[in-house]
C-alpha cells in the first residue's frame, strides 16, 4: 500500500515546452487534488476531481489541464510552460467524508527556464 | 468567506521548551480544523484534527492543539520540543456549511526551528 505516488520527482523545462505530472492512489478513495506550493503562498488548489469522470477548477486553474483516467489516477498536464509555474506540485487525497484529512504524495518540483 | 491565517512566518523555540505555533480561522458555519507538517523534500503529514467535542486535541509525535471557538483559534502545542520537529507546519480549514470538495483552505505555513 504506497498511498499516493507522484512522478517525476524533479524536472526542467523550457518555457513553451509541454508535461504531464502523473498521480496515483491505491486507497480507493473517490476524491483527488492537485495543489502547487510556492514561498509564503501555502498550497493553492489547481484542480480536483470529486469522482471518477468529473474535475473541477480551483483557485489557480490557468495555464493548466487535469484528466482523471480512472478512480486510481489524475494527471496534470501543462500544455506551455511558464517560468510562473515554476513551483512543487503535489497529489493529495482525502477518504470520504468532509472531516476527513488528506493524504499527500512526496511532491513533483517544477523549475521552467 | 472562509480562511485561515499563521501569523508567523517562523518560530524558533530552544530544545525541551514548550512551543506554540499559532493558527486563526473564519467561517460561516462550524470549522474542521486541521494540522499537517511538512519535512524537507515530502510532502505534507496528517498530525491532527479538530471536528468537535472535546476542546484539546491530541495528535501525532506529541503535539496537540486548542480548539477555541471565541478567539476562533487553532494553536498547535507540544510541552517539550525536540530538535526533530524543526519544519513547516501548516493549519488547514473547512467549512461545515459548504458541502463542497474545494473548500479545505490551507494556511501559508509556520516554519519552525528548534535551537539545540
Known amino acids: 500500500n504506497a498511498g499516493v505516488t507522484q512522478t517525476p520527482k524533479f524536472q526542467v523545462l523550457k518555457t513553451g515546452q509541454s508535461m504531464t505530472l502523473q498521480c496515483a492512489q491505491d486507497?480507493?478513495?473517490?476524491?483527488m487534488y492537485w495543489y502547487r506550493q510556492d514561498p509564503g503562498m501555502g498550497l493553492r488548489l489547481i484542480y480536483y476531481s470529486a469522482s471518477e469522470g468529473t474535475t473541477d477548477k480551483g483557485e489557480v486553474p490557468n495555464g493548466y489541464n487535469v484528466s482523471r483516467l480512472n478512480k486510481r489516477e489524475f494527471s496534470l498536464r501543462l500544455e506551455s510552460a511558464a517560468p510562473s509555474q515554476t513551483s512543487v506540485y503535489f497529489c493529495?487525497?482525502?477518504?470520504?467524508?468532509?472531516?476527513?484529512?488528506?493524504?499527500f504524495g512526496p511532491g513533483t518540483r517544477l523549475t521552467v527556464l | 468567506a472562509q480562511s485561515v491565517a499563521q501569523p508567523e512566518d517562523q518560530v524558533n523555540v530552544a530544545e525541551g521548551n514548550p512551543l506554540t505555533v499559532k493558527c486563526t480561522y473564519s467561517?460561516?458555519?462550524?470549522?474542521?480544523l486541521f494540522w499537517y507538517v511538512q519535512y524537507p523534500n515530502r510532502g505534507l503529514q496528517f498530525l491532527l484534527k479538530y471536528i468537535t467535542g472535546d476542546n484539546l486535541v491530541k495528535g501525532s509525535y506529541g503535539f496537540e492543539a486548542e480548539f477555541n471557538k471565541s478567539q476562533t483559534s487553532f494553536h498547535l502545542k507540544k510541552p517539550s520540543a525536540l530538535v526533530s520537529d524543526s519544519a513547516l507546519y501548516f493549519c488547514?480549514?473547512?467549512?461545515?456549511?459548504?458541502?463542497?470538495?474545494?473548500?479545505?483552505?490551507f494556511g501559508k505555513g509556520t516554519r519552525l526551528h528548534i535551537l539545540p
Open positions: 486507497m480507493n478513495h473517490n476524491s
Open positions: 493529495a487525497s482525502p477518504r470520504a467524508g468532509a472531516y476527513n484529512e488528506q493524504f
Open positions: 467561517v460561516s458555519g462550524n470549522p474542521y
Open positions: 488547514a480549514v473547512r467549512d461545515s456549511y459548504l458541502n463542497r470538495d474545494d473548500k479545505i483552505i
